[in-house]
């Protein structure tokens, strides 16, 4: 008999690793809810090496295609490895034939650009998502050439994850119609945590918390700042700041000589890396994140999900997640002594904490559960 089903689209999603980031967990959240989907037949490519978060979705069945760690490239020099992961991607895309390749940071867009380019007419569409704003052409000529006059004249779609990263592809020149706006989703239930006023008005010293990988964007220099001149103002703070993250940059060495020096041993820990982040965020107040640059912030979706109250840096996408005076208080960044008095005013009104951490809370069910991220990538392939 004659059926109207459509057949599902083969949808390659194309990372350099799965290990913990931004990126990879937007990849590793919403693949094996589309991959459900009967429209959508996901594979995740990661070029490199599968990464931490790899295991989990293949537990899930997620078609996942990787190089082996140990399969080295076999050169040092740079410009002839990166023409090897070029040859592995062309190779992978044309064995595979998907319909769509969807790519993910910005070298795997350069490459997926290249390899569409190499197919030709049996290249599949290219989507290209950008989680954050483009600082990458600050540190690259090569991406500052290449994106706007090359790639973009390849791509068929743009997926961004703020409203200030879809402002910089317009001035890119990338009509406004080829991008869709699609939220960061977590699995909010993960998080939520009823927590009562008086849990806030009860706590002789208060949990702050911070969660990203430390390198210099995200402004950690800044809240040791913070702290110094709040030590200088009083001796005895009634707080402990705990960060979870890995050290990307070697950046550890430096912030503990600071602390040393400043005496903050008692009043910030470095932790590392955290593979437990709803069990993190369960005791703590109030959460911060000093970034200088950011597209969204999934840390931040976290936290509000855990009921927490935000001081936050007033960058990026932030402001479309922190709402100043409702759900959290927003800074200029680099602005250390205005980030000390937005923890102190915070600290000093429980009450404020509770009411700005269940406004967060409800924002974050509402707009940025998973499932609604992965039904907007569902109706996005099904009409390209």
């Known amino acids: 008999m004659p059926t109207n089903k459509k057949p599902s689209k083969k949808i390659m999603m194309i990372i350099p690793h799965l290990d913990l980031g931004g990126a990879e967990l937007d990849v590793a959240l919403n693949a094996p809810i589309i991959d459900k989907d009967a429209v959508c037949d996901v594979s995740i490519f990661t070029y490199l090496k599968s990464g931490l978060l790899a295991e989990n979705l293949v537990k899930q069945n997620v078609k996942l295609i990787s190089y082996d760690e140990k399969i080295k490239l076999g050169f040092k020099i740079p410009l002839i490895k990166k023409i090897l992961v070029l040859l592995r991607i062309y190779k992978?895309?044309?064995?595979?034939?998907?319909?769509?390749?969807?790519?993910?940071?910005?070298?795997?867009?350069?490459?997926?650009?290249?390899?569409?380019?190499?197919?030709?007419?049996?290249?599949p569409l290219l989507v290209m998502s950008r989680l954050n704003t483009n600082y990458h052409f600050q540190q690259s000529?090569?991406?500052r050439l290449l994106e706007p006059y090359f790639c973009h004249k390849m791509l068929h779609h743009a997926v961004v994850n703020s409203g200030k990263v879809r402002q910089d592809l317009v001035a890119e020149k990338i009509p406004p119609a080829k991008i869709s706006l699609i939220y960061n989703g977590i699995e909010t239930e993960k998080f939520t945590v009823q927590k009562k006023l008086l849990y806030?008005?009860?706590?002789?010293k208060y949990k702050l918390t911070a969660t990203g990988n430390l390198n210099a964007r995200?402004?950690?220099?800044?809240?040791?700042?913070?702290?110094?001149?709040?030590?200088?103002?009083?001796?005895?703070?009634?707080?402990?700041?705990?960060?979870?993250g890995a050290d990307q940059e070697n950046k550890l060495p430096d912030y503990h000589q600071f602390i040393a020096q400043h005496d903050l041993a008692e009043n910030i820990k470095f932790l590392g890396r955290c593979d437990d982040?709803?069990?993190?965020?369960?005791?703590?107040?109030?959460?911060?994140?000093?970034?200088?640059?950011?597209?969204?912030?999934?840390?931040?979706?976290?936290?509000?999900?855990?009921g927490l109250p935000i001081v936050a840096s007033n960058v990026g996408g932030i402001p479309e997640l922190v709402d100043d005076g409702e759900n959290g208080i927003l800074v200029p960044p680099h602005?250390?002594?205005?980030?000390?008095?937005?923890?102190?005013?915070?600290?000093?009104?429980?009450?404020?904490?509770?009411?700005?951490?269940?406004?967060?809370?409800?924002?974050a069910q509402s707009m940025f559960d998973v499932t609604r991220s992965a039904q907007q990538y569902i109706d996005l392939y099904q009409k390209l």
Do not use: W
């Open 277 to 306: 982040i709803p069990n993190f965020l369960t005791d703590s107040h109030l959460h911060v994140h000093p970034a200088h640059i950011e597209g969204l912030g999934s840390g931040i979706i976290e936290a509000m999900s855990a």
């Open 141 to 143: 000529v090569l991406y």
């Open 335 to 363: 602005a250390p002594e205005k980030f000390a008095d937005a923890i102190m005013k915070m600290i000093n009104s429980p009450e404020k904490m509770y009411q700005y951490g269940q406004m967060g809370q409800k924002k």
């Open 92 to 123: 992978t895309i044309k064995q595979h034939k998907p319909d769509i390749i969807h790519a993910f940071l910005p070298v795997s867009y350069l490459y997926s650009a290249v390899s569409c380019l190499l197919l030709g007419k049996n290249a």
């Open 200 to 204: 806030f008005k009860q706590s002789e």
């Open 218 to 244: 995200k402004g950690y220099g800044d809240l040791l700042q913070a702290l110094k001149i709040l030590k200088i103002r009083e001796k005895n703070l009634p707080f402990c700041i705990f960060v979870a």
